[in-house]
């Protein structure tokens, strides 16, 4: 509540003074309204500040006189009695009573409540002097000599402290202030003394300051009011006449001169605003002519822009004259149009543009999309369609931009490239089938190289040697030059037949009837005892290859490999893996930590041994459809990657 009183004040005033609506309260009334809060704000802070001021003297006055009381009290009660007094004497009692009237004379003297003094004895607080209940009749109520004081905890500040004490009171004697002086006598006797006044009396002191100053700052307010009155209008006026001035001139009114101002301030402002009049005059000139100049540019780029509604029916507001050599529309008649772009879109691609113009309208978000339109003349141009929507001062969509570009010539020749793909598709993939007939044709010729060595040379040999060895037992008797001669001609038929045999398995190993993983592990078998190669053979069940042609082709190039990490690698020991990282093509990976070379130098057109093995695995490869990768560095090793497709129904239509 405290928070709204100064603006409710404010709006008062602004409503009052300056006769404006509550929500729009002129520059006068503003000024007004803030100053006369200040003033006010500055009025009831010297009036907080003045009587608080007040109030404290007030309280250190009243303290002051009942510590004057109280210690003239205590000068007058010291002399008399208290040194000497001891049990309970009567002959005290004489002086109790002179005392009592001092202190009532002090009392109306000072306008004081109560003057009193205690002794602390026998385990109580009992009273030595004390002072009338009603100062000005002797026959009211006055405590008795050494009489206990019926509120002892009153007292335990000063005695325990031993110092003045300054504390308020709200009892049966009333409400008021007090102070408390403790002393001992030479008796070692705890005494206090005490006065007290009551607080009306300090209350009236201090309503009667609050009144005097109320006064004082209501005569300051009124003034300073009517000061900031005066001031507020000679301020507003030519603030005002100014803010007229510069209204017409955003009205568009360029011509309007601003009034000669007096303030400073204001002379300053209307130097700059009326530069910036003529800078705006000048920039409003120049965009008409580059808008004109781009317009100019716009017609001769070609594209077709347009401007178009957001609304419902799509209504075309300006369409630019690229339409005619284009489309083959008359620019004149298209404006007369209000749907021309969109009426004469292919029958094909209407629902689907219509549906994404629809949706940047509704969302507000940029066009993009390819269609084709029927020109005038019925053949069909394809363009691709950017547009952006533009969106009024309330931020709702208001108009679509946009630039319609012939694309018709890109698109032909995407056509006639998708052509050419197709083509060189259908090529690569005969190739492939070629190269896979290839491979197959080579197996095939392998196969029957095996099983005439097999099935023919190896049986003559094996014919022949049996046919000696049986000379040889039957002729055992006969001269030694010629058992020699039919054992020499033994040895070397089994040395025939031996390389007759490994010609054969080279040829066509029968493991590969079972599988590549198999037919890897039999080769890792075969390497350890023809050259002492360790290798290790990862294959999982789920790499094998379906095709017989990618087992053929996978098993050759690996056991080439193998043979050149023997050759070449330094070391006897090597990794293959075979893994199938997508359903339509296998991965061998062939490694070791041997010497290593450089791939540029061993596979360019003049590589070593070691690059005319890979070149040719590389180029069987390449015609499957597959890919080779190695890497090699001297002295870090080297990994070569095959990815094999393995499609099977390739093989069939190679055939």
């Known amino acids: 509540m405290h928070r709204m009183f100064p603006v409710m004040i404010f709006r008062f005033m602004g409503m009052w003074f300056g006769r404006s609506p509550m929500n729009r309260c002129s520059l006068q009334c503003r000024l007004f309204g803030v100053m006369s809060l200040l003033i006010l704000t500055c009025a009831v802070t010297y009036t907080s500040i003045l ?122 004697w009333g409400e008021g202030r007090m102070v ?39 005569v300051i307010v009124i003034l300073a009011i009517i000061l900031s009155w005066l001031l507020a209008r000679s301020l507003a006026a030519p603030i005002a006449q100014f803010t007229r001035d510069v209204q017409c001139i955003a009205d568009g009114e360029l011509a309007t001169t601003l009034a000669p101002a007096e303030i400073f301030e204001l002379q300053s402002l209307e130097r700059s605003i009326d530069s910036m009049r003529q800078k705006l005059n000048s920039q409003i000139k120049a965009r008409y002519e580059s808008e004109s100049k781009n317009r100019a540019i716009m017609e001769q780029i070609p594209a077709i822009i347009y401007t178009e509604a957001i609304d419902e029916s799509f209504t075309t507001l300006y369409v630019s004259p690229q339409i005619d050599s284009i489309l083959g529309l008359n620019p004149e008649h298209s404006a007369e149009n209000l749907n021309v772009l969109r009426t004469h879109l292919h029958p094909d691609d209407r629902d689907r543009v219509m549906h994404e113009i629809a949706v940047c309208h509704r969302a507000g978000k940029p066009l993009d999309v390819e269609y084709r339109m029927l020109a005038s003349d019925g053949h069909t141009v394809w363009f691709h369609d950017s547009g952006r929507v533009i969106r009024d001062g309330e931020g709702r969509a208001w108009i679509l931009q946009g630039v319609m570009m012939d694309i018709t010539d890109r698109k032909q020749f995407d056509e006639e490239r998708l052509k050419h793909v197709k083509e060189l598709t259908r090529l690569a993939e005969q190739i492939q089938g070629l190269s896979s007939a290839l491979i197959s044709s080579e197996e095939n010729e392998r196969k029957r190289l095996a099983h005439i060595l097999h099935d023919d040379l190896q049986q003559l040999v094996i014919g022949a040697k049996f046919f000696i060895e049986s000379e040889l037992f039957a002729n055992r008797d006969k ?177």
Request: a neutral charge; charged letters at 25%.
């Open 51 to 172: 009587l608080k001021a007040r109030k404290n003297a007030i309280m250190d006055e009243a303290d002051s006189k009942l510590f004057t009381a109280a210690e003239c009290a205590r000068a007058n009660f010291k002399q008399q009695y208290h040194g000497r007094l001891s049990g309970n004497d009567d002959s005290f009692k004489e002086g109790y009573s002179r005392s009592v009237a001092d202190n009532d004379a002090l009392c109306r003297k000072l306008g004081l409540q109560y003057i009193w003094s205690v002794v602390f004895q026998n385990g109580q607080i009992e009273f030595t002097s004390a002072t009338h209940s009603n100062l000005n009749d002797p026959s009211s109520d006055c405590a008795k000599f050494r009489e206990a004081h019926t509120d002892p905890a009153a007292f335990a500040p000063a005695l325990s402290s031993m110092k003045t004490v300054y504390s308020t009171f709200h009892n049966k």
């Open 180 to 218: 408390l002086i403790p002393e001992r006598d030479e008796h070692n006797r705890l005494h206090v003394f005490g006065t007290s006044i009551q607080l009306n009396k300090l209350d009236a002191m201090v309503r009667h300051t609050l009144f005097v100053s109320i006064a004082v700052s209501l």
């Open 479 to 655: 001269r030694v030059e010629t058992l020699a001669d039919l054992k020499r001609a033994s040895e070397l038929l089994k040395q025939v037949l031996a390389v007759s045999r490994s010609l054969t398995s080279d040829l066509c190993p029968a493991i590969l009837q079972q599988g590549l993983a198999s037919s890897l592990k039999w080769l890792r078998q075969k390497k350890f005892e023809d050259h002492r190669l360790q290798v290790t053979v990862e294959a999982p069940p789920e790499a094998e290859p379906a095709s017989e042609t990618t087992r053929v082709l996978a098993f050759h190039a690996v056991r080439e490999m193998l043979l050149n990490v023997v050759k070449h690698s330094g070391v006897l020991r090597a990794c293959v893996s075979l893994t199938r990282p997508h359903s339509d093509w296998v991965e061998v990976t062939v490694s070791d930590d041997g010497v290593g070379f450089n791939p540029e130098a061993v596979l360019g057109e003049n590589g070593s041994k070691i690059g005319f093995g890979l070149h040719s695995i590389k180029q069987r490869l390449m015609l499957s459809g597959g890919e080779f990768e190695v890497k090699s560095q001297p002295g870090q090793g080297t990994v070569i990657k095959l990815r094999i497709p393995d499609l099977p129904c390739r093989q069939h239509d190679a055939h």
